[in-house]
């Protein structure tokens, strides 16, 4: 059973029935063409391996997504990666396209029961291990037992809740208002624009159908400013962006919409007969446009684990599912941790760290070095491989200074005095603020 059909919910329905699972997809939202508002749309190419898998690529492809890259604005200038075709992308397309085909996609597939109009408020619970949902479909109370629950159901996700999932949430230092354009200018290549503005970001984000989101994602210190006066705001803060998009001469074709508090919230991926997936167990930093991406992979990860033991005909209790679901909560720290981590600290809307100073500028100096920025940002390889030694040395090179010895000494795992275990996955702590 699996609670949320949207982005990580339909992918992993879709990943289940295909491994043979019977799936129920249940989504309290009784249109089956809804979507998300609050997203601006990059998935990021971590995710394209799972998009391939699930066929959700070329359906993309078919309604004009855009095969996604971007270059970055920062003090040193322009960090502009290859922008190859036949290279590692991701897609950008609206919710409103994404939402309706990825869950048509879903309930296309065999042994996927969509369930749409169905709202869970309550879980089974026998023994300490959850075992089913109830709640209400068209003012109707149902029930439905299951080998495993999946919280599917975004940030303020019922399963979490209801199931006591431990949570630990971030303060972010930022809100983010957007609106859509269209007749903007395009960059070479589609490519998307971010902007590094030092505590601000901003972005511009081409979609299929000529549309173009523009979003600013501002420091809650100027938020008094957004709040008298929304459309002059935001208007003045678009015009004021080096090279800025050109919106007096585009259409806008949107409200300025956005969220003035949004924390960062991680949960615990699973439990005795349950699992999160997606928001549910990781909100990250809107700012980093890896939610869909993560929602997606999560879904993989979780279905690779334990399709074998959900699908077991034989298996007499939840052991082998919750040894499964032990395996999926270790790789879901492993693989969102790390950068998790780095992108909630930026969160805080604090100057940039000696670490960012010296990688954003070694990036904005080096073709090779904006080639492997771009690659992190798309998720396509892990922190420790974004500093390996070789790497520092090449940015030390274009930079032509190096690290101060003290970050160079956590670089190398090294436990400097009062900082902690000097994991790896810690390497920017300390100097981060
Ligand atoms: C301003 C903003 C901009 C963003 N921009 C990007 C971006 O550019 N790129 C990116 O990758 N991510 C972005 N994100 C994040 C992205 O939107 C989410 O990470 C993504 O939607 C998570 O997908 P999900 O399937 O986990 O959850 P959701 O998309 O939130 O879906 C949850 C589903 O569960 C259903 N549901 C909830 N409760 C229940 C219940 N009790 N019973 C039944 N059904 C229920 C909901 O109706 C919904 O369909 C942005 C977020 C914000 C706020």
């Known amino acids: 059973m699996i609670n949320g059909a949207s982005v990580g919910g339909c992918t992993a329905a879709i990943l289940y029935a295909r491994q043979g699972a019977r799936v129920a997809l249940l989504e309290r939202r009784s249109d089956v063409n809804a979507h998300k508002v609050l997203c601006t749309h990059y998935i990021q190419a971590s995710a394209y391996p799972v998009m391939a898998a699930t066929g959700l690529d070329k ?17 040193w200038g322009w960090i502009r990666p290859p922008h190859d075709p036949a290279g590692a992308h991701g897609y950008s397309v609206r919710r409103e396209t994404l939402d309706p085909l990825l869950r048509k996609l879903a309930a296309g597939t065999e042994g996927v029961d969509l369930k749409a109009g169905h709202t869970v408020d309550e879980l089974l619970v026998e023994g300490g291990r959850v075992v089913g949902v109830a709640g209400t479909a068209r003012e109707e109370p149902f029930s439905l037992r299951a080998r495993l629950v999946v919280g599917a159901d975004g940030k303020d996700s019922t399963i979490a809740r209801l199931a006591g999932a431990r949570t630990e949430t971030t303060e972010n230092g930022r809100f983010s208002y957007f609106a859509y354009f269209k007749g903007l200018a395009r960059q070479p290549g589609d490519a998307a624009r971010v902007y590094y503005l030092e505590p601000d970001n901003a972005y511009v984000m081409p979609m299929e159908d000529d549309v ?8 809650k210190a100027r938020l008094d400013e957004f709040k008298a006066d929304l459309d002059g705001a935001y208007t003045n803060f678009v015009r004021s962006l080096p090279e800025a998009p050109d919106i007096d001469n585009a259409e806008r074709i949107s409200k300025i919409v ?16 349950y699992a999160l997936i997606g928001d549910a167990a990781l909100t990250s930093d809107p700012l980093a446009a890896v939610g869909c991406a993560w929602a997606m992979q999560s879904a993989q990860w979780l279905v690779s684990e334990s399709a074998p033991a959900v699908t077991d005909a034989d298996a007499a209790s939840g052991a082998a599912v919750d040894a499964a679901l032990a395996r999926y909560g270790a790789r879901h720290a492993e693989e969102t941790g790390p950068h998790h981590h780095l992108i909630a600290d930026y ?14 500028s070694a990036a904005a100096r080096d073709a090779r070095m904006a080639a492997h920025f771009h690659t992190f940002g798309s998720r396509l390889m892990t922190v420790e491989e974004f500093l390996a ?15 101060s010895d003290e970050v160079l000494r956590r670089l190398a795992g090294e436990d400097v005095a009062g900082s902690g275990d000097g994991a790896a996955d810690d390497v920017f702590e300390g100097v981060a603020r």
């Open 59 to 75: 359906a993309l492809e078919q309604v004009g997504a855009i095969a996604n890259t971007a270059d970055y604005w920062t003090r």
């Open 212 to 219: 173009t989101v523009i979003a600013a994602v501002v420091s």
């Open 258 to 273: 956005g969220t003035v508090n949004y924390p960062l919230i991680s949960r615990d991926p699973a439990g005795s007969g």
């Open 347 to 360: 969160a805080a809307a604090r100057p940039f760290n000696e670490i960012e100073e010296f990688s954003f």
């Open 389 to 403: 030694p070789e790497i520092v040395a090449r940015m030390e090179e274009v930079n032509g200074h190096g690290l």
